[in-house]
């Protein structure tokens, strides 16, 4: 690229401040929390109450969180390949707020399925394009900082949403349809607040050029060249570390057929668990920035936290798995991407990202079964779904 003067352009001038653009798009991912987890929270007692066993409800969860995870290795390449990052970011943040609310007014069981695998396909398209964008700004705020933040951000609306859901079935007695219908007004807020931003950084990359100096090549993110190694070794840590992750959708069926919860509370514990993934992607994110990747070592010790306390038949050891497994979420979602960063060029970045995300899938089982044969199967309306807070 070159200067009317003939010399190389290195920074292109943007009209907002990194740390801006990162809050912004941090209240992007808030709104987009407030409806898509508000939605994951009782994504198990919805399914149940439309009829689904424990299998369907950990197959369901289990491949819409392999999706949103292995369509990665997709969308990641094709981001790189064609530059598009806001338009799959765009589009993919759309199937995600369209889906949620028509969860609400399914009605049967394997529609309620599509739409529970659609918004995860929705996070698959857009997750590798949007941390590409927000990796730009990191890199003038700090990697770990940056990403910290937007994570923090993210899970006020994972908090809140759910909270909304749970008052909304207390008071409509576990009627799904107005508890999700009242999320798409945030779902078009952010579809608003991405065109918008959009318009006024068009291209987030100049903050990393404004730090690094660097000028982009002409085939830069073309998707040929090779990965670093370096980054095909902490791809293989974070297989290894998240092998067995239970999703959350088989944490709160386990909770509400075991008796330990009713379904208005599963939320709750829900949004207390967004709470810990936010102070611990701040506390690692601080941590990172001064220490780096060393921090990443409590992961497995988290992992396995959870599978240990999350799935007995104790109340408080099944809430403290919930919390740890909250904690653990926090790390994947604000250090791990950091560390992708500085791992990985600009130019494939989203492929790494996507790549990255396809070695993390999770378990449909984590190993202890959630339904006991001396137990019937998940009867809706016996399990306390609106029940009273």
């Known amino acids: ?32 929390d407030f409806v898509y987890e508000a939605a994951r929270s009782v994504t198990g007692p919805l399914l149940a109450s439309l009829g689904a066993s424990a299998l369907v409800v950990g197959v369901v969860t289990g491949a819409g969180e392999a999706a949103a995870l292995g ?23 759309a199937l995600t707020v369209v889906s949620v609310p028509l969860l609400g007014v399914a009605g049967v069981l394997w529609a309620a399925c599509a739409l529970v695998i659609a918004e995860r396909v929705g996070k698959a398209v857009r997750s590798p394009a949007k941390d590409t964008l927000l990796s730009h700004a990191t890199a ?19 908090l809140v949403g759910p909270l909304l859901v749970a008052g909304i079935l207390a008071v409509t007695g576990g009627d799904y349809g107005p508890a999700l219908a009242v999320l798409a007004v945030p779902g078009v807020a952010v579809l608003g607040l991405l065109v918008w ?5 068009p291209d987030p990359e100049a903050y990393e050029r404004a730090v690094t100096g660097a000028v982009p090549s002409e085939t830069e993110g073309q998707g040929d060249g090779r990965l670093p190694r370096a980054f095909w070794t902490y791809a293989a840590f974070t297989a290894a570390t998240t092998t067995g992750f239970a999703t959350f959708g088989v944490l709160s069926y386990h909770l509400v057929e075991q008796h330990l919860l009713s379904a208005a509370w599963v939320p709750v514990l829900y949004a207390a668990a967004m709470a810990v993934d936010a102070v611990a992607a701040l506390a690692t994110g601080w941590l990172y ?9 409590v992961l497995p010790v ?22 740890v497994w909250g904690a653990a979420m926090g790390i994947q979602e ?17 492929t790494a990202y996507g790549l990255a995300a396809g ?4 378990a449909l089982d984590p190993g202890n079964p959630v339904v006991r044969p001396d137990r019937r199967e998940y009867p809706a309306a016996e399990q306390g779904v609106g029940a009273g807070l």
């Open 302 to 323: 988290l992992t396995a936290g959870v599978v240990m306390l999350a799935f007995t038949d104790t109340l408080a050891l099944a809430v403290a798995g919930s919390l």
């Open 334 to 350: 604000s250090t791990l991407r950091a560390t992708v960063a500085d791992l990985v060029p600009s130019g494939r970045r989203a």
């Open 71 to 93: 369509l990665r290795l997709v969308s990641g390449p094709l981001a790189d390949r064609t530059r598009r990052f806001w338009g799959l970011a765009i589009a993919g943040y």
């Open 1 to 32: 690229m070159k200067s009317s003067a003939g010399e190389p352009e290195a920074v292109r001038p943007t009209v907002m401040g990194p740390w801006r653009f990162v809050v912004w798009f941090g209240t992007v991912s808030l709104l987009a």
């Open 289 to 297: 920035d001064r220490y780096g990747p060393r921090v990443l070592m």
């Open 140 to 158: 003038a705020t700090g990697r770990g900082r940056g990403f910290a933040v937007h994570e923090a951000m993210d899970q006020i609306g994972a």
């Open 359 to 362: 070695a993390d899938v999770p």
């Open 197 to 201: 931003l959009r318009a006024r950084v």
